[in-house]
């Protein structure tokens, strides 16, 4: 069975940096792995995906700022985020799929229950 758990969400300040990490337990290999966010009142979408054969996707809002790494081992995502805008505000999911090359939230099989984000205007 497999159990996602994310942790590092809090209250920064615009400008600020959090890091965010999630553990996947019992992920099988060969599975994509991603955070997504979901603003309220907003669907949910990807923000950075790491592919197991390819290259990373980060989603235009955070590039250059948001960093992703992946601790294949021991099934460990982490997102760095810097430079944090009012805008970035929403709770934060990480998931594990096949096929999260565009990290596309209809192409994962396992999320966890998320972790808030919030950066005050």
Same mark, same amino acid.
């Given at each position: 069975?497999?159990?996602?758990?994310? !942790?590092?969400?809090? @209250?920064?300040?615009?400008?600020?940096?959090?890091? @965010?990490?999630c553990?996947?337990?019992g %992920?099988p290999?060969?599975?994509?792995?991603?955070?997504? @966010?979901?603003?309220?009142?907003?669907?949910?979408?990807?923000?950075?995906? /790491?592919?197991?054969d390819v !290259?990373?996707?980060?989603?235009?809002?955070?590039?250059?700022?948001?960093? /992703?790494?992946?601790?294949?081992?021991?099934?460990? %995502?982490? %997102?760095?985020?810097? !430079? @944090?805008?009012?805008?970035?505000?929403?709770?934060?999911?990480?998931?594990?799929?096949?096929?999260l +090359?565009?990290?596309?939230s209809? +192409?994962?099989?396992?999320?966890?229950?998320?972790? %808030?984000?919030? /950066?005050?205007?």
């Amino acid at each position: 069975q497999v159990q996602v758990v994310e !942790s590092g969400g809090g @209250l920064v300040q615009a400008g600020g940096s959090l890091r @965010l990490s999630c553990t996947a337990s019992g %992920l099988p290999s060969g599975y994509d792995m991603g955070w997504f @966010l979901q603003a309220p009142g907003k669907e949910r979408e990807g923000v950075s995906c /790491i592919p197991w054969d390819v !290259s990373t996707y980060y989603a235009d809002s955070v590039k250059g700022r948001f960093t /992703i790494s992946r601790d294949y081992a021991r099934n460990r %995502l982490y %997102l760095q985020m810097n !430079s @944090l805008k009012p805008e970035d505000t929403a709770t934060y999911y990480c998931a594990a799929g096949r096929g999260l +090359r565009r990290c596309q939230s209809d +192409r994962v099989d396992y999320w966890g229950k998320g972790t %808030l984000v919030t /950066i005050p205007s």
